[in-house]
């Protein structure tokens, strides 16, 4: 299958600060690519869509600007969490999927696991 | 929005008994249904999916079912092994993005 590529797995940064997480997928262009947060135990929550040269769609309740989302080439998309908080914590987690989207399977990145201290 | 409800939360079942999650979502328009399968540590993989003008498929130890009337999925592994324990996502797409449910966390007890 596809290969969707996460960067880092981990990261740990101080309150206050930001991070950026990479997602590429790495043998197909992906119009579109998708955010995910994953608490412990619990499911997949969509946060974003992000869309290749145009503004991102954000699932109620995810701040915009807390979550910036770039995806300036078909092949990646960014996640910025800005002026994180411990509350930020988690594993958050990008998909691609062939063409243009639409129905069709899904591919993940390994995901990222950020701690806020 | 859509919503899908999936349920048990968790399931233990004994190696060679059949283990079945059950999942309901709310737009009629949905016409994708994957399922995903989590292993610790690592990430969702598809496993079996099917589409709307289609009301059962098969693939060796695992099939899922559809009504599209009631709206609501399964999904059905029989003679489940060791290595079928990991959490279970079922998935509803009509055209875009993929809603989740919550997830089956399934244990296969020897």
């Known amino acids: 299958g596809a290969v969707v590529s996460q960067h880092p797995s981990r990261v740990i940064c101080k309150s206050g600060t930001s991070v950026k997480i990479e997602c590429r997928s790495l043998?197909?262009?992906?119009?579109?690519m998708f955010w995910y947060r994953q608490f412990p135990k619990q499911s997949l929550m969509l946060m974003a869509t992000?869309?290749?040269?145009?503004?991102?769609?954000?699932e109620q309740g995810v701040e915009k600007d807390k979550f910036l989302i770039n995806h300036a080439s078909l092949t990646l998309s960014t996640l910025t969490v800005t002026s994180a908080h411990p509350e930020d914590s988690s594993f958050y987690i990008c998909?691609?999927?062939?063409?243009?989207?639409?129905?069709?399977?899904?591919?993940f990145g390994q995901g990222t696991r950020l701690t806020v201290v | 929005g859509e919503n899908v409800e999936q349920h048990p939360s968790t399931l233990s079942v004994q190696e060679g008994d059949s283990a079945v999650i059950k999942c309901t979502y709310s737009?009629?328009?949905?016409?994708?249904f994957p399922w995903y399968k989590q292993e610790l540590g690592k990430r969702p993989q598809l496993i079996i999916d099917i589409r709307s003008n289609v009301g059962e498929k098969k693939d060796q130890r695992i099939a899922v079912t559809l009504n599209k009337t009631a709206k609501h999925f399964s999904l059905h592994i029989t003679e489940t092994q060791p290595e079928d324990s990991a959490v279970y996502f079922c998935a509803a797409s009509k055209r875009d993005k993929i809603i989740f449910g919550k997830g089956t966390r399934l244990h296969i007890l020897p």
């Open positions: 998909s691609a999927q062939q063409g243009n989207g639409g129905n069709t399977e899904a591919f």
């Open positions: 043998d197909f262009q992906a119009t579109t």
């Open positions: 737009d009629s328009a949905s016409n994708y």
């Open positions: 992000s869309n290749e040269g145009s503004k991102a769609t954000y």
